[in-house]
């Protein structure tokens, strides 16, 4: 019986601002849903989104809303006990805008967002020796929209919000590995690639408890904060402080040249 080789590296990619620019579709329906909840009174920037996301605790973009939602009204002297949120109200109302209204098809936000990297470059990878898949607090549909139908891949090894718990707990960051070790003895590196806070302190807890594999965290500017040169920098530093070994301007900068680099480091 033949010993199964271990991959070079694992490469697993977060897919929200690292293989699709959702800044006009998650995070525009965000701020619809918090302004819808607040009565047209507060619409929360770019910036206000990025600050709550640097908590590392908002990866769930839903859960994100009705905690802007919330702080606002806090902010108008309205305690949180007061207050009658309802939470699938509100994911309903986000998933309207995202998704579209008709439960067949996608017909909302995701229809309209550009990628980040082309297949040819995972095909470089593969080539390479690097195994990769993907760990994403999106939905297994979403997901599967933009690997399946857009990137044309064919039944990509994926990790989504329904498998696993949210970031930053590690749990599904270790399920894909396993899946793409397929029983192979050595342990490989893991370079997980994502672009917010959470991400990271996923790679840290991941490290934390199996301190026997090397794991590096890849950050990824996403699109929105590469508009001026203060966003980028302090986006960049804030990735870095929550454990970013390196920070990359797009996905496909992670070249297997690079990875070998990282992983010899």
């Known amino acids: ?20 620019d959702v800044s006009g579709s998650y995070r525009r329906a965000i701020a619809d849903t918090v302004e819808y909840f607040t009565n047209q009174a507060y619409r929360p920037t770019p910036l206000d989104i990025d ?13 994100a809303s009705q905690e802007l939602i919330y702080r606002y009204f806090q902010s108008q002297g309205q305690p949180r006990a007061q207050l009658q949120l309802d939470y699938n109200t509100i994911v309903g109302f986000f998933q309207s805008r995202y998704r579209g209204t008709d439960p067949e098809n996608f017909t ?55 498998d696993a718990p949210g970031k930053p707990d590690p749990t599904g960051l270790f ?6 070790e397929n029983g192979c003895m050595n342990l490989s590196t893991v370079l997980y690639v994502g672009d ?17 594999r090397i794991w590096i965290g890849v950050g990824v500017l996403p699109p929105h904060v590469l508009e001026t040169a203060a966003r980028r920098n302090a986006y960049a530093e804030t990735l870095k402080k929550a454990g970013a070994t390196v920070v990359l301007s797009n996905v496909e900068e992670l070249t297997p040249g690079q990875i070998q680099e990282l992983v010899k480091s």
């Open 1 to 20: 019986m033949t010993e199964q080789l271990s991959p070079k590296a694992i490469a697993v990619f977060d897919i929200d601002g690292v293989i699709r």
């Open 108 to 162: 909302g936000y995701i229809c309209n967002e550009p990628l980040l990297l082309q297949p040819s470059y995972l095909e470089q990878l593969t080539q390479a020796g690097i195994a990769w898949g993907f760990f994403s607090g999106a939905t297994r549909g979403s997901a599967n929209y933009v690997l399946e139908k857009r990137l044309g891949l064919q039944s990509p090894v994926l990790i989504a919000m329904e």
């Open 51 to 63: 600050q709550l996301k640097s908590e590392g605790i908002w990866n769930n973009d839903w859960e």
């Open 196 to 212: 917010t806070v959470a991400d990271m302190y996923t790679v840290e807890k991941a490290r934390n408890l199996h301190p026997q």
């Open 175 to 180: 399920a894909i590995v396993q899946i793409l």
